[in-house]
């Protein structure tokens, strides 16, 4: 097992962290919580069949920033704060404070949980803190657990941090390496003396294309720490896609384990096991459950592929494909599914099960697991044969679109004249990306509907006095471009999922996005069609209060493919095409009813970008052509606004273009404008709204703050093809510091507008 769900059954972390924040809940109160949720989790595993729990795992908020503290990389702006209280100032790294910026996020490989990137420089110098990893091995084992602490591995930590603002550019953190081995081997030592017999370090960067010189310094990693005389066993963990180059090396390190993902594109790791000669000698821990996705695993296919690798390693363990962090806990708990459907589910505790009856058909034979195999079998069989996964009119739509459905009729520069005209905005226009604050009162009003203390006319009452809010106090602060604030909707996925067919809502499969932020990806689990409008109504109430111009606003279908727990018995691109035609009829819709202008948000483009580079062309244009079948549709003054946030864009930079949108927006405040830099230099031709306000920390940015992230996007992009933004939607935050932060972005714009025309 390499990792679990961290929240509680009931999402116990969250409300504790959330109440040490709000001062609700002090220091002590918040250790016994996270003690009692690791205490539980390793219960379950022990109780289950798994005989070696993982510990370090756990996190309050990010397992890489726990890293970052592990070695000793607290940035000097946050040194102080660290030093005087180490909670708190672990705290303000992850979100900082009013005077103090945080570390930057992104998107940990091609998953939806998000990371905090290591700030590095030629003066770090690392230190070793084993304080959290070794206390918590102690507690598993006081508990009577065997137990396997989990670390980040010293290559993937370097691979993935940045240089520090400020850094002269060409530093890479790589030339570290040098500085951070003594103290990972520190580390080790540190462990050992606590009693860990074995410690994982996580190499998920080892599945990506990897240089020649990074493939040696991993073999220099290993062969260093495999040299050190009073360690622990090593078991070098890589999951996520094939280890492909990387596995040669690990073949050879002196380390004891290795762990390979046998699941998706990584089941090419099979193959090439095979051909560097298995792994002698060594323990391979081989993940042939899924650790990422929630369909019940092929138990025969697994114990096929399980028994061919009994003659590639000297011991051959069962295990997910990776963390079980990105599965819900429990699908046990999930009382309002069909029953059927749920015979097709296997969140955290049922993989673990799964786990545990593999290793007992492996151990054991098949004849030990007999029924377990004929139950599997029938409810494989259950699935493939359900009608609620087969719609031949949805099919049939999509066999019948045309390339020439998936392109605008008109050229960017005649769109962009028409728009212009149509829309009459300002230099500079400032919107927002979409969402406003999700107040406790709009969540207590959606409870109340559930549970029926609210019947449906009181609710829309609720929200629509919430939109009228929402507008007026726009209006008030001078954006130029308005969102009705999205009210209604309880998550930018699920709320589309919920009226869509093939689709189905969790009540309980909440999932950790970042920090506090949990999310119940819906399941997408037949083909895809619209019955109805879905944001109509919402978005014609919201224009009828304005004569400015409000957006209508949707999620593209990249986004609700990798935000939903998605079918796995066809490809993804025809997936995609199915909610793409679904999201084209909305969009169409939308224009009916008098949008000027409506956004299609793309977050996940980045994200669902493949690990290893031949993989990707094909991902892209199925991608890209999903985006544009879903907005191709419309007039050539209607403009086509899409988002994205949170991820490293340079990659994707030639996809971003084929997207064919008027207008993108995205996150740019934490990366201090880099993205505005790199749209400039791939000759990006539309309007850009990079990001001026950091909307994942509670600090208000000032306004001149903000002005000064325009000039240097100013410096990248003409004035006439710079939108003012946040850098994403502004349902996590409260009121107060919403108001204050857009005010200051509206006077940023202003007073650049000025600067311009003088």
């Not at 690791?38 to 069949?49: K, P």
């Not at 040098?178 to 960067?205: H, I, K, M, N, S």
């Not at 384990?257 to 090419?268: I, Q, R, Y």
């Amino acid at each position: 097992m390499y990792g679990y769900p961290r929240q509680g059954p009931n999402r116990e972390l969250k409300k504790a962290v959330e109440g040490y924040w709000a001062g609700r809940v002090d220091a002590d109160a918040l250790q016994a919580t996270a003690a009692g949720l690791r205490r539980d989790n390793w219960r379950q595993l022990a109780e289950a069949g798994i005989g070696e729990v993982p510990t370090g795992d756990f996190s309050f908020y990010d397992h890489v920033l726990d890293a970052t503290v592990a070695v000793g990389a607290i940035p000097p702006r946050h040194r102080a704060a660290v030093d005087a209280d180490p909670l708190a100032g672990y705290f303000a790294m992850a979100r900082g404070t009013q005077d103090v910026a945080p570390l930057e996020m992104t998107k940990w490989f091609d998953t939806n949980y998000h990371y905090l990137v290591p700030e590095l420089g030629p003066d770090t110098v690392f230190s070793a803190d084993s304080a959290k990893p070794v206390s918590e091995l102690r507690e598993a084992l006081a508990l009577g657990h065997r137990a396997r602490p989990v670390l980040v591995g010293p290559l993937t930590y370097l691979l993935l941090a940045k240089p520090a603002p400020g850094v002269a550019a060409g530093f890479e953190p790589i030339t570290l390496l040098d500085r951070l081995l003594p103290v990972y081997a520190e580390l080790l030592g540190d462990l050992r003396a606590a009693g860990a017999e074995w410690v994982q370090l996580d190499e998920p960067a080892l599945v990506q294309d990897r240089t020649p010189a990074e493939l040696n310094a991993a073999a220099r990693v290993y062969r260093e720490l495999g040299a050190l005389t009073d360690r622990p066993s090593i078991l070098v963990a890589t999951y996520f896609d094939r280890a492909g180059e990387a596995l040669k090396v690990l073949a050879k390190a002196p380390v004891e384990g290795v762990g390979l993902d046998f699941t998706g594109p990584g089941a090419a790791n099979l193959a090439d096991l095979a051909a560097v000669g298995g792994l002698p000698g060594k323990r391979l821990v081989a993940g042939v459950v899924d650790g990422r996705n929630i369909w019940i695993n092929d138990l025969e296919k697994s114990l096929t592929t399980l028994a061919t690798l009994l003659g590639l390693a000297d011991r051959v363990d069962v295990a997910p494909s990776s963390s079980l962090l990105h599965v819900p806990l429990d699908a046990g708990r999930e009382r309002d599914l069909d029953p059927q459907v749920a015979r097709w589910l296997a969140f955290a505790r049922q993989k673990t099960a799964e786990i545990t009856t593999l290793a007992r058909g492996l151990r054991e034979g098949v004849h030990a697991i007999t029924a377990e195999l004929a139950a599997n079998r029938a409810d494989l069989a259950s699935r493939a044969a359900s009608a609620l996964t087969r719609d031949p009119a949805v099919r049939a739509r999509v066999a019948a679109t045309t390339p020439g459905d998936a392109r605008r009729a008109q050229a960017y520069p005649e769109r962009a004249e028409a728009q212009r005209a149509r829309l009459g905005l300002p230099l500079l226009p400032t919107t927002t990306i979409g969402s406003f604050p999700q107040t406790a009162e709009l969540r207590t009003a959606r409870a109340d509907l559930r549970a029926g203390r609210l019947d449906g006319t009181g609710y829309r009452e609720r929200m629509e006095a919430e939109v009228r809010e929402v507008v007026a106090y726009q209006e008030k602060a001078g954006l130029d471009v308005l969102v009705h604030g999205e009210p209604e909707r309880n998550d930018m996925v699920q709320y589309f999922a919920e009226q869509l067919t093939g689709y189905l809502a969790t009540q309980q499969g909440w999932v950790q996005s970042y920090g506090t932020r949990y999310v119940r990806p819906p399941v997408l689990a037949g083909d895809i069609s619209r019955p109805h409008p879905m944001t109509v109504e919402w978005f014609r109430y919201a224009q009828d209060l304005t004569e400015r111009p409000v957006k209508g606003m949707l999620t593209g279908p990249v986004t609700m493919l990798a935000w939903s727990f998605v079918r796995d018995d066809q490809p993804l691109a025809d997936t995609a095409r199915q909610v793409a035609l679904a999201l084209r009829d909305e969009v169409t819709d939308l224009e009916a009813a008098g949008a000027a202008v409506v956004q299609v948000d793309e977050p996940a483009l980045r994200e669902t970008l493949p690990l290893r580079a031949a993989d990707r062309p094909a991902y892209l244009d199925w991608a890209t052509e999903a985006f544009r079948l879903s907005t191709s549709g419309v007039r050539a003054d209607t403009q086509v606004h899409t988002h994205m946030c949170y991820a490293e864009f340079g990659e994707i930079m030639t996809a971003i273009d084929e997207l064919d949108a008027d207008v993108i927006s995205l996150e740019a405040a934490r990366s201090h404008m880099q993205v505005a830099h790199e749209l400039a230099g791939a000759g990006y031709p539309r309007e850009v709204g990079p990001g001026v306000y950091d909307i994942h920390s509670p600090r208000v940015p000032s306004a001149e703050e903000a002005a000064e992230l325009l000039r240097r996007g100013l410096a990248a992009i003409p004035a006439e093809r710079l939108w003012v933004n946040p850098d994403c939607g502004l349902k996590t935050r409260g009121w107060p510091e919403t108001r204050a932060s857009l005010e200051n972005l509206v006077a940023a714009a202003r007073a650049v507008r000025g600067e311009l025309a003088g």
